[in-house]
């Protein structure tokens, strides 16, 4: 009887170790990819993670993200553990409850702009108010969007806002539709080249960074994998930066744009630079949650500084790029 105990203690415990080891590593990566994000559309067309994380027998999934709004929700929703956004949206959705660290910055990009037709009578900024205005609400042309009416002493009240999908807002100006749009590339890039539109308000420093978002129970569980990730991230960013051409024609495939509006966004408005989360990051969409929840964005009894310590966690990137 003891030693029928004995084997079945033994055969518990080969158990519990097997579900240890199986908890160790995730049954799979779950990564989205979007035109605004260059560096996952190399690692998607490349096939990098798969081979990575194929010799531990990890599955990969690639979910597409139209703008930081889906992005976000994707992550929340538990659809996608890895998950590429603007950095001020992402502060905007922690707010809002959504569990996720901030843990590497993939560009720094001039990404938006308030943009109008060619034959347009608005100037400025001041000429807004009254206007139909389109923007994806929760990402960062929309942010934009506040933080330069706040500028000039206007808010959303001051305008018509019409909440549109980034691709959706290109096309209602393009149709009359609406009389300017918080843009965002590639669509901004091809209105541009295409459509004769125009930039009547660029701002570099209202674009809070490229930045890539992990669920929080993933990063707690898996924490050696975010750092995997984000060394092909890097990976990614030198190949872009030493295959420039190649990159267009990835994005015009992807986009379904015309190779010289992929590579107006690629060659112009695009940096890589910057991998890891820092105070200019910090101060950026610091300073991006003060003017949201000024405008009623973010609740009022929210410590923004506090919230911002609590979504970066630059470790994972310091480790990624030593």
Known sequence: MFRKFITLLSLAALVACGNRQTADKPASIRLDFATYNPPSLVLKEKGWVEEEFGKDGIAVEWVQSQGSNRALSFLQSNAVDFGSTAGAAALVSAS???PIYLVY???KPEWTALVTRSDSPIQKIEDLK?????ATLGTDPY??????LARVGLTDKDIELVPLQHSE???ALVNNQVDAWAGLDPHMARLELEAGARLFYRNVDFNTYGVLNVRKDFADKYP???ERVLRLY???KKWIQENPEETVSILANVAQIKPEVARLQLTQRTGYQVAIPDQKLIDSITEAGKVLQAGGHIQPNVDITQLVAGLVKPDWAQAATR
């Open 96 to 98: 809002n409850g959504n």
């Open 105 to 107: 910055i993939y560009t």
């Open 130 to 134: 009254g206007k139909k205005v389109a």
């Open 143 to 148: 942010i934009f969007l506040l933080r330069s």
């Open 169 to 171: 807002g290109a096309q």
């Open 224 to 226: 050696q994998f975010v």
């Open 234 to 236: 890097e990976r990614a």
